[in-house]
């Protein structure tokens, strides 16, 4: 059953979710931190719309790349590399002043090779230190999407850093998911999880000015996505997965 939350009595866009008042930081009235973990530019836009309707609402987010993508591949002519990274970072960078953000962080670790970092701990390390005052995390789901490593690695560095936090510091976690049966009949999405709907208990809903940030923000992403693509996935993915709110589970 998708449940509706208030934070301090009010409802707002956090729909399904409530959050207790002693373990909130909060920052204003009705503000909350919510910390956005992604592997790369442009992860963000598979629950844009839910980010801008989580801003306007008042609430300070923030978005977190572990990697800038400097590998690409994406659609664009660039070579691999930093001339890439650079790039990616200020279409990030567009892309979260799209959706209104607090901040878009960029933690430098290397497309592809986040593996590298998880022995040595480094990578925990800096994803806690991003989210050492998150009130709600938002990341992927252990399926990473469609299978994506680094996807994968940076949800379960999440999840591991939440569950070893206090109940009083610890932050809700929700993974994005996709309901079973809402996949839009396009080849490139065949191999993308899916989750059985009874799981994705928490929705963020979003407005018709929400999706509109949303999709400015995908037209920020011009080294992965051509122009069809950026036109039309916001109003693909509104018709067909999420319907007016973005899906997510409670990690516990």
Known sequence: MIRTIALLGAPIALAGLALPQAAAKSVGPLTYQVVVIAAHPDDELFMAPAIAALVREGNAVTIVHATPGDAGPGVSDLPKGERLAKVRRAEADCAGKALGTAEVVNLGFGDGRLAEHVR?????????????????????????????????????????????????????????????????????????????????????????????????????????????????????????????????????
């Open 120 to 252: 040595d701990g480094s990578l925990r390390k800096a994803l806690g230190e991003a989210m050492v005052r998150a009130d709600l995390v938002l990341t992927w789901g252990p399926d990473g999407g469609y299978g994506h490593a680094d996807h994968r690695l940076v949800s379960a560095l999440a999840t591991q850093i939440v569950q070893a936090r206090p109940a009083a510091a610890r932050p809700r976690l929700l993974y994005v998911g996709i309901p079973d049966g809402t996949l839009p009949p396009l080849p490139q999405m065949a191999d993308w999880a899916t989750s059985d709907p009874a799981l994705l208990t928490e929705t963020i809903a979003y407005t018709p000015a929400d999706l509109a940030a949303a999709t400015k923000a995908a037209q920020c992403h011009e080294t992965q996505f051509d122009a069809f693509s950026r036109d039309g996935m916001m109003a693909m993915f509104d018709g067909t997965i999420w319907r007016g709110k973005v899906h997510f589970r409670p990690a516990f």
